[in-house]
């Protein structure tokens, strides 16, 4: 401690702003302040002059005019208000028997917004010069326990003043936050303090978190504000393409990524095919990503979480959201039921573009998409509070086939959440979850007559998670799972009443049963370590009937050889049990540099068949690992490290992870997908591998903020019964992916966004050659994913016009886009099926006598696409 106050210190400054002085001690001294905004303007301009003197002589000049006095504590440079020598004095006195054993004492409570009363996910809670600090978790709570003195307790959340409330010294006591949104001053928000300072118990890697407001300023297709296509801007996420939202993550397949509403599971998350997702932004508060490091709560997939929670419900005041665009119209309601205690959220979104399409087709009966989301929230008591959620959204598409007969598809989600909230003391909260999601396929090929094939698949899940605050440096997590699933093949329905065609295509039952825990230590302010256990036993449970069959020696199955193995109800006929470790590290050795290092393995019990590659079809079945499908495993390790520059807000970050994944799926050539009771043997097993390295340099606020990010990364893919042996590109190896995107505030009204997305193309299968059987052309394919299509890139820009003052309730703007700026034509599909007539145009032979020579054609979906949509909000 002494010898950072005998440091020497030059000070050059002339009419510059506190700010710069305090970074000039900071580089020179390799210490950090710590203080609060309220406490100085470091805007202030102030003038200093001062060569090689102690760090106390130059601290009192820069401090002379000011109410302010600093400590030194663990490496940083505490300023707090200059208090009364009585007071100092007092503190100074040491009475035996009580400062000499200091008592262990608890401050606990809840971070909310003040105008809505929206508990706050991730705010930072510090108190001012020590490491001790931590995180509000899911549900806005906080728990600190301390063995010193402490006067102030800080509060800070991005988009939110800088909080700082008084506390009384050493008693256990509970202290709510009431947060004040003030997006002017978010540079005052951090101050190489609080969330920085709290790096060490905040962050873990590959973990990336969007605010849903900033996805309303993105440009979107057709002014569709989309959560889920937003995710394209994070590095290590790729997705196919055009009017798609299937996306990988680190050389994972498709069906490796959970999407959670309010932790309930959606499994097929898209409208319109794939051109838009199922979420409605304004119904979002918060979205966290983890591509690695997985929270040991979490399971069942290889890749990915996307763990969106949904808004509470302003408790204080009725409010209204909602914006009109080119397909489809929104709307939100909120308010208090009960003032303080019982609010409510909901939120409906409907699409009309069956009419519009209607004078392109006639055919088209209906197209539309709809969304629900409904939320109630109950709080009880201080220590009690109930949560009820559900969402239900729709897709349906019907055409006319001839005057009596018309087809069509439809597929529906739904979700609904049940969590209790209760508090044992404080410091052990709990929260106990019920929760239940299903989805349904339909594919009506008679409207009329009510005959459709249906696939779908459900669970229900009881969950119950404790967070126990053991001490300042040690906080424990565990919990308990139960579920049970249920996956439909597909079946058919002739009149509304299921069909047999001689197929045994039952419905599969499944129990899950989990235990998770993980501890987090904090070895000192500059080191913390988390470590985490999942353990997982899949059962799958009659009535079902399985089928064994043996592959001949030429690879092709003997039918004679099948064995059909029936089950009763609840019989428990195949069990699979994994466990899954999760190490990670942070290290910071100075304010400006952390290092990231984990470890973690998953586990993934049900997975997607499919009848095509393209993200034009829903025609998806899920079902579940058993007697003939292992569960995938994938171990995954990361390194990361992050620099934060003298400009507030800067900072770059590098990780490099290496993903291997074991008992991956693929199809045999040629194979029958549905209705199939043999489609097991129809898969093919083996081993990936995904390894890359993510590169971003963000800026996080200011009038001009934003990111650009690159990654370099591979997914190869080697199953023994395909290609041949050889290993061979996954669908999700693009190994170049660059995003940039800019917001650049031009003055209070006008807001001005761009994104730009550059991938190496998607690899696919091409013929290797052709040959004529009976006059026909006939492709050759001697290899997997073999070619690309061809680089991927496109400009989107938006222009968001704010039509009413800040200070006023009611708030509007206007948001002007263009979605693909300078109409790149980026083909989602090659087709080797037409022939070039004499007249320049590509069409598909009608004369197969001629052998007629076939070219490959490109297939694109839209150019640029110009939009507008109103928002409102009060």
């Excluded at 629900?372 to 019907?398: A, C, Q, T, W």
């Excluded at 565990?478 to 295509?505: I, K, M, Q």
């Amino acid at each position: 401690m002494g010898q950072e106050r005998d440091m020497l210190i030059t000070l050059q400054f002339e009419n510059r702003p506190l700010r710069e002085v305090l970074d000039g001690i900071e580089e020179q001294t390799g210490l950090s302040f710590s203080y609060s905004p309220r406490l100085i303007d470091d805007e202030e301009p102030v003038s200093i002059h001062v060569i090689d003197i102690a760090l106390d002589s130059a601290m009192a000049v820069v401090f002379a005019d000011r109410k302010v006095r600093f400590e030194v504590v663990e490496r940083q440079i505490v300023l707090k208000k200059a208090r009364r020598l009585k007071v100092e004095m007092k503190a100074a006195v040491n009475v035996p028997g009580t400062d000499d054993a200091p008592v262990q004492f608890t401050i606990s409570g809840y971070v909310k917004d003040s105008r809505s009363g929206e508990i706050l996910i991730g705010a930072t809670i510090s108190i001012p010069g020590g490491a001790e600090g931590t995180i509000t978790n899911n549900y806005g709570f906080y728990s600190l326990t301390m063995k010193r003195e402490v006067e102030e307790l800080f509060c800070s959340y991005v988009g939110y003043e800088f909080m700082v409330i008084p506390v009384n010294g050493k008693s256990n006591q509970t202290v709510h936050f009431t947060m004040v949104k003030d997006v002017a001053r978010l540079s005052e928000v951090t101050i190489y303090s609080n969330d920085q300072d709290n790096i060490i118990r905040t962050s873990r890697s590959s973990e990336d978190r969007i605010n849903p407001e900033s996805v309303r300023k993105m440009p979107a297709l057709f002014g569709e504000k989309d959560v889920i296509k937003s995710l394209a801007a994070i590095p290590g996420i790729k997705f196919f393409g055009d009017g798609s939202t299937i996306f990988y993550v680190r050389g994972g397949g498709r069906d490796q990524n959970m999407i959670t509403i309010d932790e309930a599971p959606v499994y097929n998350p898209t409208h319109l095919l794939g051109f838009f997702s199922t979420i409605v932004p304004d119904a979002v508060k918060d979205v966290k990503i983890y591509k690695g490091d997985f929270p040991a709560n979490y399971g069942g997939r290889l890749s990915s979480l996307i763990d969106i929670r949904t808004k509470d419900g302003n408790m204080n005041q009725f409010g209204m959201d909602g914006s009109v665009g080119l397909l489809s119209s929104r709307l939100s309601l909120e308010g208090p039921i009960w003032k303080e205690h019982i609010s409510f959220f909901v939120s409906g979104r409907r699409s009309y573009i069956t009419r519009p399409l209607q004078k392109f087709n006639e055919k088209i009966n209906d197209l539309h998409f709809s969304d629900f989301h409904l939320k109630l929230n109950y709080n009880i008591n201080p220590k009690n509070r109930v949560f009820f959620s559900m969402y239900r959204g729709v897709d349906n598409f019907e055409q006319q086939n001839n005057s009596e007969i018309s087809s069509g598809i439809n597929w529906q989600n739904s979700t609904s959440t049940l969590r209790w909230n209760h508090l044992y003391s404080n410091r052990l909260f709990s929260n106990l979850t019920l929760l239940g999601s299903r989805y349904d396929y339909y594919l009506n090929y008679n409207i009329e007559n009510n005959d459709y094939w249906n696939s779908h698949i459900d669970n229900v899940t009881l969950k119950y998670d404790f967070t126990w605050y053991l001490k300042p440096d040690n906080t424990l997590r565990f919990g308990l799972l139960s579920a049970l699933h249920f996956h439909n093949p597909g079946n058919l329905y002739h009149g509304g009443v299921e069909f047999d065609p001689g197929l045994d295509l039952s419905i599969k039952h499944t129990r899950e049963y989990a235990f998770y825990l993980s501890d987090q230590f904090i070895i000192n302010n500059k080191l913390s370590i988390r470590t985490g256990l999942r353990l997982t036993a899949w059962q799958n449970v009659g009535p079902a009937t399985e089928y064994d069959i043996v592959p001949s020696t030429g690879g092709d199955f003997v039918r004679d050889s099948l064995a059909i193995m029936e089950y009763p109800a609840d019989k428990v006929y195949h069990q699979s049990l994994t466990m899954d470790p999760r190490l990670s590290m942070i290290y910071q050795p100075g304010i400006r540099h952390i290092f990231k290092l984990s470890y973690s393995r998953t586990s993934q019990f049900q997975y997607l068949i499919t009848n095509s590659i393209s993200p034009f079809t829903s025609l998806e079945v899920w079902l579940p690992a058993g007697p003939n499908v292992k569960p995938q495993l994938a171990d995954q390790v990361t390194l990361g490290y992050t620099h934060r520059f003298h400009i507030s807000g800067l900072s770059f970050d590098v990780e490099a992870y290496y993903k291997h994944m074991r008992n991956l799926i693929d199809y045999r050539d040629h194979a029958r997908m549905l209705m199939n009771p043999l489609v097991e043997y129809e898969l093919r097993f083996g081993d990936g591998v995904g390894y890359g390295i993510e590169m971003i340099l963000n800026k996080e606020y200011g009038k001009l903020s934003g990111w650009l990010s690159y990654t370099f990364s591979r997914a190869i893919t080697h199953v023994e019964e395909i290609n041949g042996g050889n290993a061979y590109p996954a669908y999700s190896d693009r190994p170049h992916d660059v995003s940039f995107y800019l917001s650049w505030s031009l003055n209070r009204s006008l807001t001005l966004t761009g994104n730009f997305i550059y991938m190496t193309g998607a690899p696919f299968t091409t013929p290797t050659g052709f040959y004529y059987y009976d006059n026909h052309q006939v492709p050759i394919y001697a290899e997997r994913n073999n070619d690309r299509l061809p680089d991927y890139h496109r400009l989107d820009v938006a222009l968001n016009w704010h039509l009413s003052k800040p200070e006023r309730r009611f708030q509007h703007e206007l948001i002007f886009s263009v979605f693909n700026l300078y109409n790149r034509k980026n083909p989602v599909a090659l087709h080797f099926n037409k022939i070039e007539d004499g007249n320049g145009n590509y069409v598909v032979p009608v004369d197969l006598y001629s052998n007629p020579e076939l070219v490959s054609t490109q297939y694109y979906l839209y150019g640029a696409v110009p939009s507008i949509s109103y928002h409102f909000k009060f």
